[in-house]
């Protein structure tokens, strides 16, 4: 071969050896690229250890009569401890805020749930009211910190896209576990008695303390199970993409901003992000969400949760298991208005979080209504109940996002606690004004109560602005 040809041969095969190379290595930098999905196993932990939580506040239900029996206790009485739990927890909302905000989700969360195990078991050895009272102020003094700290580290852990489905998700678990606690109660007092409740309750969460503290960071880029893509992802610093994680294209399109006629009704505005305490604390739009929460955390929390065993068990008279059967079905509902709530807000509404707290609040109203005539037969009653939870829970998980579009990340623990403390403070209320309207009326009286709760939440919610969701215009004629 002459020379000159030979140069051109090995010239071209170089050329074609390198750019086979370049593709290689193009190759490896794109699986590189591929995210890490961390994120979903930290939200799937965070439903767990919800659902225990909200278990170790829902399992009182079910002990209710045998410790109303034991200690000779009125209705009064009984709301009185009930509401306790709620004092505590409402009254350790905004310290458990600053909390999060100075040490980190890890150690609150890891404290928050420990030492609620501690006081679930030992509600189990109360030989007195004065100890029921004490314990189960304790209880809720200890979750405090476990609400703040799930929905932090959904605020720091998931884009600004994903947080109402994150949100749905983990609201989804709030009631999963009172779903689950009315047939496991049920076991348990066929098997032992009402003290082994708290015993068996206490052991689960006492065990994910320690896997949380393991396994989860205060912020993705401190993680080693997170890479860079994903990091950047969830800060919404990563390039605006129609794909998955897995690179494929998703099956349902978000559906973009455009301002229209539910703007002006749920009074969409460009606000600028709550950045202090100080604007926190004078911002009308998060006592405003407080206020709405506080209605629908006080009939979910403080009515369905707590007095619904004792209205099946004795208002209509059904055995255990038909009362557990039944005391779980509006939780049922629960669980799937969380989950859908939370992705209608995401993908349909888009980012607007005001229009499923009002439909939830007008659905409320109804429902209160058909309770006043609630049937004997119980699958009629049931799905009534499950209707409650579902038609109830749509709007749940706004309330948390809501203040994530509000409030800046570093601020939104605080933001989010006031508002949590209002939710509480109807959780607290709403017990003993059911306890005292039993004593005196009837369960009329109390769906009556719950339906002009419903009532307010949705005018206060109308008060109240909803922020412009991050890179969306309103149009120039209604700036």
């Known amino acids: ?207 994910l303390s320690i896997v949380w503290y393991v396994l989860v960071r205060n912020k993705p880029s401190e993680s080693p199970f997170v890479n860079q893509e994903e990091a950047d992802y969830i800060n919404d610093n990563a390039p605006e993409s129609n794909e998955t994680d897995d690179g494929k294209q998703p099956k349902f399109q978000a559906r973009p901003f455009k301002y229209g006629l539910i703007d002006r009704l749920i009074r969409t505005k460009q606000l600028s992000p709550l950045n202090t305490t100080r604007e926190i604390f004078t911002s009308w739009d998060i006592y405003g969400a407080a206020m709405g929460y506080m209605c629908m955390v006080g009939i979910v929390d403080g009515v369905l949760m707590s007095w619904l065993p004792k209205y099946l068990l004795q208002e209509h008279g059904f055995n255990i298991i038909n009362s557990a059967i039944l005391a779980s079905t509006p939780f049922a509902g629960n669980v799937l208005g969380n989950l859908l709530g939370g992705w209608l807000s995401d993908n349909v509404f888009g980012k607007r979080r005001k229009p499923l707290m009002l439909v939830s609040a007008l659905c409320t109203i109804i429902m209160m209504g058909f309770m006043l005539f609630a049937p004997q037969n119980k699958l009629m009653l049931g799905f009534i109940l499950f209707s409650i939870g579902f038609l109830l829970s749509l709007g749940y998980s706004a309330y948390s996002v809501y203040a994530m579009g509000r409030a800046s990340k570093d601020c939104y623990p605080v933001a989010y606690s006031i508002i949590n403390t209002g939710g509480q403070i109807g959780a607290v209320c709403m017990p003993l004004i059911v306890g005292i309207l039993l004593d005196k009326f009837n369960w009329d009286a109390v769906f009556l109560s719950l339906s002009v709760a419903a009532f307010v939440c949705m005018l206060v919610v109308l008060t109240i602005r909803e922020p412009l969701p991050v890179g969306a215009t309103l149009p120039e004629n209604t700036r």
Not at 62 to 72: G, K, N
Not at 136 to 156: C, H, L, W, Y
């Open 1 to 207: 071969m002459p020379p000159s040809l030979a140069a051109l041969f090995t010239s071209v095969t170089l050329r074609e050896v390198s750019m086979s190379l370049d593709s290689i290595e193009s190759l490896k930098n794109k699986k590189a690229r591929k995210r890490s999905k961390y994120r979903w196993f930290v939200m799937a932990l965070i439903f767990v250890i919800f659902v225990v939580a909200q278990a170790d506040r829902a399992n009182i239900g079910f002990a209710i009569p045998y410790i109303q029996d034991e200690f000779q206790l009125t209705n009064t009485d009984i709301g009185v401890i009930i509401s306790l739990f709620f004092a505590g927890y409402a009254l350790c909302q905004i310290p458990s805020g600053y909390l999060v905000r100075k040490k980190g989700v890890r150690i609150s969360y890891t404290l928050g749930m420990a030492l609620t195990s501690i006081f679930t078991f030992l509600m189990g050895r109360v030989d007195s009211f004065a100890h029921l009272k004490i314990l189960r102020t304790f209880v809720g003094i200890s979750e405090a910190p476990v609400v703040i700290s799930s929905t932090a580290t959904i605020n720091n852990w998931f884009p600004s896209k994903e947080k109402g489905t994150a949100t749905g998700i983990f609201l989804a678990g709030s009631k999963f576990g009172p779903f689950l606690v009315p047939p496991i109660c049920a076991w348990i007092l066929i098997h032992y008695d009402w003290r082994h409740i708290f015993y068996f309750f206490a052991i689960p969460g006492a065990i």
